[in-house]
């Protein structure tokens, strides 16, 4: 192939890529996208690998999360040739990943290629390994960016079934195996050979859909009924002052339907006011909801009377109430990274509350309807380190969102697809309360058991079932997932090593 062809085979993966992912969900598309870029690191030079990796990283995320543009944009009030500007500058550093990938493992290849047998441990085990590690590194450098890592695009195949062991770094590691057995079988000339590595493709997806019939939880007590508010409130609309009273009584009204369900969930800051601003609302929404003997949790922003620092916070409303503050900011939207360097950015980047303050990373689950509640707000959910810290205790998982900062992209179904997830990795039941979608509820092996209707102002309710247990990524967290990513890079040298005696 020329440099020109191997070009374009770069930029046509990377592409397939965003295919893999929801709404699209063609995760084989994803499957044969990664063998293509493993198959031109497997020949490139450091600076070449380099290379096609952030080609392949440009035409990913730039199709992949590129919707960033419509909240610095539309939201941010950003002028559209710096929001355009901003938004490259955001896909290319996240490009950064794959090209530092292709890099780390040419200059590897170069040191293992000492034994006919090196080319097929390099692929097989070292790239699977380096490309894990570093969405592991995505996944926390700079407080962590974890959209689109490999494993969610598995959602609806068997391979998810080890997301209760190893967690989605797991299945991403699994799935760049895959990828990398592909690869074998179609390149090796063989026809023995061909068929081991289609062999162990087989037999590890047949593993992966096995698993998916255990349950790693059990059930606990008596299902509780729970209704999820969907307010449809615009976000250029949601912070205007005239808007304040009629999106009260919107929300209130949608309630004031559902009192008969134990408990009720609005979004994340469905109030839009502060605390001490809304406080005869609350005082009036808490005694129609203890009249009703119903719990209701609320979206809002908490204001420290004493230091004046603010929180993405949700409050709940019953009997024992409690209130969580989001802990995991998102930078230059919830909180701005380097203040002292970058303090004129809060002039071009007009996004309103963007100073909030981090609550603890330890908070207890919220006690509501007699459960204890995992919370995760907004981003929170996108890593699973972080949500099962309040487990096992916890026996349901809440995550609550206002996605309409991405009204009308992809970025909505993706978001839904990462809780999706974190309900498999912990064996609990997930109820998702958004401003304008996707809100839903999911079962404890992954599946959407219902989902409102997207930009419309809806209520949806279920039976839900708490639980009691921990899967094996409750314990271990990413633990598992890094020391088997490490052990195939230990394998693939050793191997190495033995067959150049």
């Known amino acids: 192939m020329t440099v020109w062809s191997r070009v374009f085979l770069a930029l046509v993966a ?32 450091p600076r070449h690998a380099f290379g096609f990796g952030l080609l392949f990283g440009l035409a990913m995320f730039g199709g992949g999360v590129s919707w960033v543009y419509i909240s610095i944009h539309e939201y941010g009030y950003v002028p559209v040739g710096l929001s355009v500007l901003l938004t490259l500058l955001f896909v290319t550093v996240l490009s950064l990943f794959p090209a530092m990938c292709g890099y780390v493992a040419a200059r590897s290849r170069d040191v293992m290629r000492r034994s006919p047998h090196s080319d097929a441990w390099f692929i097989v085990l070292l790239l699977p390994a380096l490309w894990m590690l570093f969405e592991w590194l995505r996944g926390w450098f700079l407080t962590g960016f974890p959209w689109l890592h490999l494993g969610y695009s598995y959602s609806d195949a068997p391979l998810v079934g080890f997301a209760p062991l190893l967690g989605v770094y797991g299945v991403s590691l699994l799935a760049a195996f895959s ?33 998916l019939q255990l349950e790693w939880t059990a059930a606990r007590g008596e299902s509780l009924r729970v209704s999820l508010v969907q307010g449809n409130v615009p976000q250029d609309m949601k912070w205007l002052a005239d808007m304040r009273q ?11 339907e559902h009192w008969d ?7 994340e800051t469905a109030i839009p006011l502060f605390s001490h601003q809304a406080q005869s609302f609350l005082a009036m929404m808490t005694a129609e909801s203890a009249l009703n003997d119903t719990d209701l949790l609320v979206g809002l922003v908490y204001q ?6 603010y929180y993405n916070s949700m409050l709940g409303l019953g009997v024992d109430g409690g209130r969580y503050d989001k802990h995991h900011l998102v930078p230059f939207t919830e909180y701005l990274p380097f203040k002292s360097l970058l303090m004129g ?31 995760s707000i907004c981003f929170e959910d996108a890593f699973g380190e972080e949500l099962i810290r309040g487990l096992p205790q916890a026996s349901l998982l809440v995550n609550v969102s206002n996605d309409a900062w991405f009204a009308g992209t992809i970025a909505p179904d993706q978001h839904l697809q990462m809780a999706r997830m974190r309900a498999l990795e912990t064996g609990r039941e997930l109820m998702r309360a958004t401003n304008t979608g996707m809100t839903a509820f999911i079962a404890a092996n992954g599946r959407v058991r219902q989902v409102a209707p997207q930009y419309s102002s809806a209520v949806i309710t279920q039976d839900v079932q708490p639980r009691s247990g921990a899967t094996p990524y409750v314990r271990m967290g990413n633990a598992a997932a890094l020391v088997l990513a490490l052990l195939m890079i230990v394998v693939a040298v050793m191997l190495t090593r033995r067959d150049s005696r």
């Open 14 to 45: 990377g592409a397939f890529m965003p295919l893999a992912y929801a709404p699209f969900d063609l995760y084989p598309l994803g499957l044969l996208g990664l063998a293509a870029l493993f198959y031109l690191w497997s020949q490139a030079s």
């Open 179 to 211: 990828s990398a057995l592909l690869l074998l079988a179609l390149t090796r000339r063989s026809g023995e050979i061909c068929g081991v590595f289609l062999l162990c493709l087989v037999g590890l997806w047949t593993l992966g859909g096995l698993l």
């Open 246 to 256: 009629p999106t009260l009584d919107h929300y209130a009204a949608l309630t004031r």
């Open 261 to 267: 369900s134990d408990l009720v969930i609005w979004p």
């Open 304 to 309: 420290d009377p004493e230091s004046g620092a």
């Open 345 to 375: 950015l809060v002039d071009v980047l007009d996004v309103p509350m963007s100073d909030f303050s981090a609550g603890a990373a330890d908070q207890a689950p919220l006690k509501l309807a007699g459960q204890d509640i995992g919370m």
